[in-house]
């Protein structure tokens, strides 16, 4: 965590920033967050990831005092009060203090700034194992704080030597507990249409190869794909090579998965010089 925050409206030491112990953020489990990176202290797609937040309060029924302008304006002081050349910034609002300890209120809302590390070289070398999980994530379009079931059940697929999971449920694939899954064939691009957080790198990607398919996929396409790749943030597109004991294609990453990886850097640094 870097030196500086924002906390109920002022810039503070992250230090600190306090919230109340019986917030239902905390013991319910009830608020919101979104994540972002800098790059060359440059606060890559903000405009999306503003507006996500926005509509996750919107969403949760959770007050938030600010405005896209304000928070904007905040994020990048602090950017230059922590000298935050490429870092992550994370945004949070709870669900608030209740005298029921259950229905939201007015909750506390904070920006950190942190340390950012992606995935090593070799990952996107050789790409990731996932573990094929049967769930789906509730309320999936927003971005709660609830991760307690992939938290708890990553214990697993860590022993396994797996990087994550691919949630299915019915047969059908939505996403992973942290990214959102593309499957290739036949040169043919798809991603899944529900159940499915809409990430800013999705949407990215979604525009470098605008001809791919929005649709339901099942766990035996992706297993049958000829490549398989996640997004997020903390990601950008790293090649998953193996789901459970199988490998994906020839085990390697595949050319479009590459392609739009190098697709994807370059836009971002585009736009951070
Ligand atoms: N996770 N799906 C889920 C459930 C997510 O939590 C995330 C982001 C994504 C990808 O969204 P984006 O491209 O906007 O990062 C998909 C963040 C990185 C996290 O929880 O750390």
Same mark, same amino acid.
């Given at each position: 965590?870097?030196?500086?925050?924002?906390? %109920?409206?002022?810039?503070?030491?992250?230090?600190?920033?306090? &919230?109340?112990?019986?917030?239902?953020?905390?013991?319910?489990?009830?608020?919101?967050?979104?994540?972002?990176?800098?790059?060359?202290?440059?606060?890559?797609?903000?405009?999306?990831?503003? +507006?996500?937040?926005?509509?996750?309060?919107?969403?949760?029924?959770?007050?938030?005092?600010?405005?896209?302008?304000?928070?904007?304006? #905040?994020?990048?002081?602090?950017? !230059?009060?922590?000298?935050?050349? %490429?870092?992550?910034?994370?945004?949070?609002?709870?669900?608030?203090?209740?005298?029921?300890?259950?229905?939201?209120?007015?909750?506390?809302?904070?920006?950190?700034?942190?340390?950012? +590390?992606?995935?090593?070289?070799?990952?996107?070398?050789?790409? #990731?194992?996932?573990?094929?999980? !049967? *769930?789906?994530?509730?309320?999936?379009? &927003?971005?709660?704080?609830?991760?307690?079931?992939?938290? =708890?059940?990553?214990? &697993? =697929?860590?022993?396994?030597?797996?990087?994550?999971?691919?949630?299915?449920?019915?047969?059908?694939?939505?996403?992973?507990?942290?990214? %959102?899954?593309?499957?290739?064939?036949?040169?043919?691009?798809?991603?899944?249409?529900? *159940?499915?957080?809409?990430?800013?790198?999705?949407?990215?990607?979604?525009?470098?190869?605008?001809?791919?398919?929005?649709? %339901?996929?099942?766990?035996? !396409?992706?297993?049958?794909?000829?490549? #398989?790749?996640?997004?997020?943030?903390?990601?950008?597109?790293?090649?998953?090579?193996? &789901?459970?004991?199988?490998?994906?294609?020839?085990? *390697?990453?595949?050319?479009?998965?590459?392609?739009?990886?190098? @697709?994807?850097?370059?836009? @971002?640094?585009?736009?951070? #010089?």
């Amino acid at each position: 965590m870097k030196t500086f925050c924002f906390a %109920n409206s002022q810039i503070i030491e992250s230090e600190k920033a306090k &919230i109340h112990p019986m917030d239902i953020g905390l013991i319910r489990g009830y608020g919101i967050f979104d994540f972002f990176r800098t790059s060359n202290y440059s606060p890559v797609f903000l405009n999306d990831y503003l +507006d996500r937040f926005i509509r996750s309060a919107e969403k949760t029924f959770l007050a938030l005092d600010f405005g896209k302008e304000e928070l904007s304006q #905040v994020i990048h002081e602090l950017i !230059e009060k922590n000298d935050l050349k %490429n870092g992550g910034i994370r945004m949070f609002l709870s669900g608030g203090v209740s005298e029921n300890h259950f229905s939201p209120t007015k909750g506390s809302f904070f920006i950190f700034c942190e340390d950012l +590390d992606f995935p090593s070289k070799d990952k996107y070398e050789k790409g #990731v194992k996932l573990l094929a999980l !049967e *769930h789906i994530r509730s309320i999936a379009d &927003i971005k709660t704080t609830n991760y307690a079931f992939p938290v =708890w059940h990553s214990k &697993i =697929w860590k022993k396994e030597g797996a990087e994550d999971v691919i949630y299915h449920m019915n047969g059908q694939v939505s996403e992973s507990s942290r990214s %959102n899954i593309f499957i290739v064939k036949d040169g043919k691009i798809s991603t899944p249409a529900n *159940h499915i957080l809409h990430g800013i790198t999705r949407k990215r990607l979604l525009e470098l190869a605008p001809q791919t398919q929005i649709r %339901n996929i099942t766990l035996k !396409e992706a297993l049958n794909a000829d490549e #398989v790749f996640m997004t997020s943030t903390t990601k950008k597109v790293l090649p998953v090579t193996q &789901i459970d004991e199988l490998k994906i294609g020839n085990g *390697h990453p595949g050319p479009i998965t590459k392609k739009l990886l190098e @697709e994807f850097t370059e836009l @971002e640094q585009k736009i951070s #010089v």
